[in-house]
Nanobody
Framework: QVQLVESGGGLVQAGGSLRLSCAAS????????MGWFRQAPGKEREFVAG????????YYADPAKGRFAISRDNAKNTVYLQMNSLKPEDTAVYYC?????????????????WGRGTQVTVSS
């Protein structure tokens, strides 16, 4: 059974940084793309960033471009999201997810497994 455990969330002031981690277990991690999504109160879950199984291609949603960086360490079965220059509008629960295949996607239905999420709160 696949398990994903996110960590690294917390409270930070605007302009600050956080690094989220997602530890995966239960399958061959390097064969599957991974993604980060977020959901703010009263809003739908939205794609933040994705990375292919091999890590050779990376995709970002527009709000994340230039500020966030996704990476993965297949030896550690871990994917990361480095978030810099955080803004109050980045406040949300952040989820990592395992895709159904090796290609990344911004569509949540293309992800088969999800973590429970980690809260990120950015104060102004």
């Amino acid at each position: 059974q696949v398990q994903l455990v996110e960590s690294g969330g917390g409270l930070v002031q605007a302009g600050g940084s956080l690094r989220l981690s997602c530890a995966a277990s239960g399958r061959t991690f390097s064969s599957y793309a991974m993604g980060w999504f977020r959901q703010a109160p009263g809003k739908e879950r939205e794609f933040v960033a994705g990375i292919t199984g091999s890590g050779d291609r990376i995709y970002y949603a527009d709000p994340a471009k230039g500020r966030f960086a996704i990476s993965r360490d297949n030896a550690k079965n871990t994917v990361y999201l480095q978030m810099n220059s955080l803004k109050p509008e980045d406040t949300a629960v952040y989820y990592c997810a395992v895709a159904r295949g090796s290609s990344s996607s911004s569509t949540s239905s293309q992800y088969a497994y999800w973590g429970r999420g980690t809260q990120v709160t950015v104060s102004s």
